[in-house]
């Protein structure tokens, strides 16, 4: 069996699938398990902190059964599905100066969390490539990382100034609060919109997005935060992503919020909920 060089068995479909990046439309072909639930979620950071990965030309690649550029013999990482290329064309290989020094340095911030299962094309010490992540280690230490990435317990959320999901909020009497009902089509499922504005330029210093079940219980409930000026935090959802009846998710908004989007799915069409936001003026 042929392997790339990161030591991952290589020109092998039957290990891949095509897979959507978390909170954006684009799919990409990768090695199943744990190796793609890290590359995921570097893409969905890239997405959300960085640049959009899913816009103007599809650019965005994974598994191609081919050698190393330059090299007759040594089989890619694409090749074993375990490396990723984000938004190529804007980062060409071998140009230098198509990030900016705090993109950089916030990128490589955020791989360091990845305890070394990610590299990037960027820092290679020779021809560098700045489209190009890929995995650095084997099997064991990649379920490692990949398991704290499914318990939600990887750090450095999207936004590192969001607090965790469930942190207590405490309503004050000159605090702004915006409610609304949520309704779903025929097949149980909702989207709703809410104004909600934190920090960054606010008149509020902070917010939080709330999802309440008042009869019945939802699913699949997700919250998406957004600044109005086609950035998006998110998603955010509580454990199993489920609201159960006569409970609520409180998520904590990222600065620079000024709505959050909440969808999901209700139990019956006899279910109530409610979004809602509580903004603290500054």
Not at 235 to 246: F, K, L, M
Request: hydrophobic share 35%.
């Amino acid at each position: 069996m042929p392997v790339s060089q990161n030591g991952y068995s290589a020109n092998d479909r039957s290990v891949i699938a095509s897979l959507t990046v978390p909170g954006t439309t684009r799919k990409i072909a990768l090695r199943k398990g744990d190796t793609s639930v890290i590359l995921l979620d570097v893409m969905a950071w890239i997405h959300a902190n960085i640049e959009k990965i899913d816009v103007g030309v599809f650019d965005d690649w994974g598994y191609a059964e081919r050698t190393i550029r330059g090299s007759s013999t040594t089989l890619s990482n694409h090749a074993s599905g375990t490396a990723v290329d984000a938004n190529a064309t804007e980062h060409p290989l071998g140009v230098r100066g198509t990030w900016t020094a705090d993109e950089k340095r916030r990128i490589n911030a955020r791989l360091a969390l990845y305890e070394g299962c990610v590299r990037w094309g960027e820092n290679y010490s020779g021809r560098i490539d700045g489209m190009h992540f890929e995995i650095d280690k084997g099997a064991a230490a990649c379920r490692a990382v990949a398991d704290k990435i499914r318990a939600g317990k990887l750090g450095g959320r999207a936004n590192p100034s969001t607090p965790p999901a469930g942190t207590p909020v405490t309503r004050e009497e000159n605090d702004v609060l915006v409610q609304a009902p949520i309704y779903w089509d025929a097949n149980r499922n909702f989207r709703t919109t809410c104004k909600a504005e934190a920090g960054a330029g606010s008149v509020f210093s902070g917010g939080w997005a709330f999802v309440s079940a008042t009869w019945g219980s939802l699913t699949d409930v997700r919250v998406f935060a957004h600044d109005g000026k086609g950035r998006t935090w998110g998603p955010y959802s509580p454990a199993g992503g489920t609201v159960q009846n006569n409970t609520e998710f409180v998520q904590p908004l990222p600065a620079g919020t000024r709505y959050f989007t909440a969808e999901g799915r209700a139990a019956t069409q006899s279910s109530i909920a409610t979004v809602s936001a509580i903004c603290k003026p500054a």
